[in-house]
C-alpha cells in the first residue's frame, strides 16, 4: 500500500503517507525560492486571489480598524482588500510609493483606534509585465519610527514567479506576505501559496474562522470553547481537507519543469530575449501612408532586455491606417483562426487600463451604462477602446511564436497600399442599387441560409424575418453559446422549409454512426409557447444571458433536440427561441444607445459652462428610441456592396504581392 493516500487528518498508514509528502512538499516549495523553514512558513491555498482573501480575513477581524494602501497597477483581487479597510489609498505611481515611504515618521491614518496597516502591490503588473521595486518592503521595515512598525506589506508574486526567480534568502528584506499561482508556473496542478515571515503571522492568527483540522478540540452543547493548533502557522489556516493528491503532483511538476527548462534564472533571460523581439518586430509595423500599427502600452521606466524591469509581456492595441482602433474581439476571433491565443480585455487590471487608455471613472461608468461587461464584445465606446491586448511568454514560448503573431499582423491589420488612389467606378455613381443575395442567420452564431431569389423576404422591426429567432443555450448555466469559443457552431447549417413548416438542422462536420446529422423543429409560433406542464416535451421559458443582456426565451425540453446538439458541440445544451412580437423580450442596439449618448454628452456634467447672462440652454429633444432587436449582437443587417467586396479582393492581391509570405491570402468569394 505505498500509493494509497488518504486524508491526512487520521492516524491511519495511508493518511499519515500523505501528511508526510505535503509536508516534503511544502518545504521544497519554500527552498525552490530560497525560504529559510525557520523563517518563513507556506500555506498551501487554492490560488493567489484566495490568499489574499484569507490575509485580508486576518487583518478585517483585528479589534481595531485597519488602514490598506495599494497599487495602481494592481491586480483586481489586490483592489477587493479596500472594501474591508477602515481607509484605504490607491497610489498612483511608483513616485508616489517613494514619497511615501521616505516620509518621517509615515502617516496612514488619522483613526485614533488604528491598530495596522497593509501596503499591497504586484512584483509584477499583469497587464504589461512591468516589474515594480522588491525592495520597498524591506524599505518599510527598515523605518526607526515605531508608528511604521504596524504596517505590514503584501506582495503579489503570480504573475512575477511564473518566469522570474523570488529570492527570499534574506529575510528582513521580503515581504510579510506573499502569494502566488503555481499553475501559472507550472500549468499544473490547480494550487497557490501564501508564503508568510513566521515573524509578521500575528494579524493572521486572529482570524475568527476555523474548520477541519484547524483545531484541537471544540464544545458545542452547553459552553462554546475551542482551542486552535499551536505547532504551525499553516496548521490554523489550511481550513478543511487540504486537496493533497494536488500536492503531491506539485512535487512531480517541480521535477518536470527543472528537466525541461532548467532554473527560472535560465528561463528569464530566455524570455526576456523573446519579448524584446516582440517588442521591436512590432513597433515597427507602419501602414503604408507611415502611421504605426500598434500602439504598444510600455511604461517609459522600463526596457524590454532588462529583465529586472520589464517581465516578457507586451500590452498594446491596434490602429488602422486612419488612425482609428480596431475592435480587440476582432482581432482575437482572427487569432483563434490562426490557432494562436491572445488575452482582451481589462485584464483584472482596472488602474492600468485606466492610464494607459486615459479612462476616467465617469468614462468607465458611461461604458458600463452602454453595455460593457467583462469578457464583451463591445470595446469601442466613445471613440476609445474599453480594453487592451495582451501578449504573454513563458518557458515554452519560442522564436515562431514570434515570427506567427508578427505575419498575423500584417496580413490582417497592415494596409499596405494607399485608398486615395481606388479608381471610381460607373457601379458606384450608378443609383439603381438592387440585392443581389441575402442570408439570413436562423440559430444565432451558426452557419447562414440564403433565401432563393425569386422569394419575396419581409424586413421586420427587429431586422430580417427568421433572422436569429433561435439560439443555443447551455443546460446548465442557460447563457448563449457563440462561434467565438465554440468554433465548430459554423457547421451547423440550418434550413427553413417553409412546405413541410419545419426548421431542418444539419451538421456538415463528423459525427458518430448513433447520432443523426439532421434534426427538425416546427416553425409554428405556438412551439415557443408554454404548453401543458405534464406533457413530456414542454417548451418552457428561462432567463437566459444573450450579449450580456437578461431575456427572457422559451426552451426547448425535446430530448432529441438536446441530444442532438450535445453530441454536434460536445457541450450539454439545447436550443432556444426568442420569437418576435409583443410577448418577447425587448432588447436593443447598444450601437445606436452608444451614438445617441454621445451625442447628448460628450463630457462629464461638473465640467459643462454656461455664459453668465446668456440665453439658458434650451432642453435637449429626448433621443429617440434605439431600434429592438432579437439575438443580434447589435445591429441586425450587414450589407455589402459588390464594388466593396471587389475592392477588398484588390487589396488582398495587392499584400500578397508585396509580402514574402509563402501562404498568400485568398480571395472572398462573391456568394
Not at 514567479?161 to 501559472?184: G, H, I, N, R
Not at 482572427?334 to 465617469?362: H, Y
Not at 458541440?569 to 445617441?596: E, M, N, V
Not at 455664459?611 to 439658458?616: H, N
Amino acid at each position: 500500500m505505498q500509493n494509497l493516500y488518504g486524508n491526512p487528518h487520521s492516524g491511519s498508514p495511508s493518511s499519515q503517507l500523505s501528511s508526510q509528502r505535503v509536508e516534503d512538499v511544502r518545504l521544497r516549495a519554500l527552498r525552490y525560492f530560497r525560504a529559510d523553514p525557520d523563517e518563513f512558513d507556506l500555506v498551501f491555498v487554492a490560488n493567489a486571489t484566495a490568499g489574499i482573501k484569507l490575509v485580508m480575513e486576518g487583518f478585517r477581524e483585528l479589534q481595531g480598524k485597519y488602514w490598506y494602501g495599494y497599487h495602481q497597477d494592481s491586480h483586481t483581487s489586490l483592489v477587493g482588500v479596500r472594501e474591508s479597510a477602515f481607509e484605504h489609498r490607491c497610489f498612483g505611481s511608483d513616485e508616489e510609493v517613494e514619497m511615501w515611504l521616505e516620509a518621517q515618521p509615515m502617516s496612514i491614518s488619522n483613526s485614533p483606534n488604528q491598530q495596522a496597516g497593509l501596503f499591497a502591490y504586484p512584483a509584477q503588473s499583469n497587464l504589461n509585465g512591468r516589474r515594480l521595486p522588491l525592495a520597498w518592503p524591506g524599505q518599510l521595515r527598515s523605518s526607526q519610527y515605531p508608528s511604521n512598525d504596524k504596517i505590514y506589506s503584501l506582495l503579489d508574486a503570480a504573475a512575477f514567479v511564473s518566469t522570474s526567480p523570488l529570492d527570499f534568502s534574506d529575510a528582513s528584506q521580503a515581504p510579510d506576505f506573499t502569494v502566488l499561482s503555481f499553475y501559472k508556473m507550472f500549468g499544473f496542478p490547480d494550487l497557490g501559496a501564501l508564503i508568510v515571515r513566521k515573524d509578521s503571522s500575528w494579524p493572521l492568527i486572529h482570524r475568527k474562522y476555523f474548520g477541519g483540522g484547524t483545531v484541537e478540540m471544540v464544545t458545542c452543547m452547553n459552553e462554546s470553547w475551542h482551542m486552535r493548533k499551536q505547532n504551525n502557522l499553516h496548521e490554523q489556516l489550511e481550513d478543511g481537507t487540504l486537496p493533497f493528491h494536488s500536492i503531491i503532483a506539485l512535487d512531480s511538476a517541480f521535477s518536470v519543469h527543472e528537466k525541461l527548462f532548467g532554473s527560472l534564472e535560465r528561463i528569464s533571460s530566455h524570455t526576456s530575449f523573446l519579448a524584446d523581439k516582440l517588442y521591436k518586430d512590432l513597433s515597427s509595423l507602419r501602414h503604408a501612408n507611415g502611421r504605426s500599427v500598434c500602439r504598444i502600452h510600455k511604461d517609459p521606466r522600463s526596457f524590454y532586455g532588462d529583465s529586472l524591469a520589464q517581465g516578457p509581456i507586451v500590452a498594446l492595441n491596434l490602429q488602422s491606417s486612419k488612425g482609428e482602433w480596431i475592435s480587440n474581439a476582432e482581432v482575437e476571433k482572427l487569432a483563434t483562426i490562426k490557432n494562436i491565443q491572445v488575452r482582451t480585455g481589462g485584464l483584472c487590471n482596472p488602474g492600468g487600463v485606466a492610464s494607459f487608455l486615459e479612462l476616467t471613472p465617469w468614462e468607465m461608468k458611461r461604458n458600463f451604462s452602454a453595455g460593457q461587461r467583462c469578457g464583451s464584445e463591445n470595446d469601442l465606446i466613445g471613440g476609445k477602446p474599453t480594453g487592451i491586448i495582451r501578449l504573454s511568454l513563458g518557458a515554452a514560448s519560442n522564436v515562431h511564436d514570434i515570427e506567427a503573431f508578427y505575419q498575423f499582423v500584417r496580413e490582417f491589420f497592415v494596409d499596405n497600399c494607399c485608398t486615395s488612389k481606388r479608381k471610381t467606378r460607373d457601379s458606384e455613381t450608378d443609383p439603381s442599387f438592387y440585392v443581389e443575395s441575402l442570408s439570413v442567420y436562423p440559430i444565432k452564431s451558426c452557419g447562414p441560409w440564403r433565401v432563393p431569389s425569386s422569394m419575396a423576404w419581409d424586413i421586420r422591426p427587429q431586422g430580417l424575418a427568421w433572422d436569429r429567432e433561435w439560439c443555443l443555450v447551455h443546460q446548465g448555466t442557460r447563457a448563449a453559446l457563440s462561434q467565438k469559443r465554440i468554433p465548430q457552431m459554423a457547421l451547423i447549417r440550418p434550413h427553413l422549409d417553409f412546405e413541410q413548416g419545419v426548421l431542418r438542422v444539419r451538421y456538415t462536420g463528423r459525427l458518430p454512426l448513433t447520432v443523426p446529422n439532421e434534426i427538425t423543429v416546427p416553425l409554428s409560433a405556438d412551439q415557443g409557447q408554454p404548453q401543458d406542464p405534464s406533457a413530456q416535451h414542454t417548451n418552457m421559458c428561462y432567463s437566459s444571458r444573450i450579449c450580456g443582456d437578461s431575456v427572457s426565451a422559451y426552451t426547448y425540453n425535446d430530448r432529441k433536440i438536446a441530444a442532438f446538439f450535445t453530441a454536434v458541440l460536445s457541450t450539454p445544451c439545447t436550443l432556444a427561441r426568442l420569437p418576435p412580437g409583443p410577448s418577447s423580450t425587448t432588447r436593443h442596439s447598444k450601437l445606436h444607445i452608444q451614438h445617441l449618448t454621445s451625442r447628448h454628452q460628450t463630457r462629464p456634467p461638473s465640467s459643462q459652462q454656461t455664459i453668465p447672462g446668456a440665453f439658458p440652454t434650451p432642453p435637449p429633444s429626448p433621443p429617440a428610441d434605439p431600434p429592438p432587436i432579437l439575438l443580434s449582437n447589435e445591429s441586425p443587417i450587414l450589407t455589402i456592396s459588390r464594388s466593396s467586396l471587389t475592392h477588398l479582393n484588390e487589396l488582398i492581391a495587392q499584400n500578397n504581392s508585396n509580402n514574402s509570405d509563402p501562404t498568400p491570402s485568398k480571395p472572398i468569394p462573391a456568394s
